[in-house]
Nanobody, 119 residues
Framework: QVRLVESGGGLVQPGGSLRLSCVASGRILGINTRAWYRQAPGKQRELVAALTSGGITDYADSVKGRFTISRDNAKNTVALQMNSLKPEDTAVYYC?????????????WGQGIQVTVSS
């Protein structure tokens, strides 16, 4: 069973930056999309950024121009660079990998990491 482990969260002041990283414990075949989601208290989990295997990116309107998703295939990681952070970015952030291979498919989730934007 592959595990996804996030790192890089924490407390940052408004206007600051954080870089989240997600590493997979093993090789995942047939990756379709790598993505970051977030869930704020009392709200539903929402898609923040996604990166397809073909290199196409998609961002939530609320983070466009501030967040960047990237991958490092050699290191088996996906990162989320977050700049110009706002208090409303405060949430638990989750890494997600969607895959399909040899007639099977599914997705993996990380355990989540807290990001708090506050002065």
């Amino acid at each position: 069973q592959v595990r996804l482990v996030e790192s890089g969260g924490g407390l940052v002041q408004p206007g600051g930056s954080l870089r989240l990283s997600c590493v997979a414990s093993g090789r995942i075949l047939g990756i379709n999309t790598r993505a970051w989601y977030r869930q704020a208290p009392g709200k539903q989990r929402e898609l923040v950024a996604a990166l397809t295997s073909g290199g196409i990116t998609d961002y939530a309107d609320s983070v466009k121009g501030r967040f960047t998703i990237s991958r490092d295939n050699a290191k088996n990681t996906v990162a989320l660079q977050m700049n110009s952070l706002k208090p409303e970015d405060t949430a638990v952030y989750y890494c997600n990998v969607d895959w399909a291979w040899a007639g099977r498919g599914g997705d993996y989730w990380g355990q989540g990491i807290q990001v708090t934007v506050s002065s």
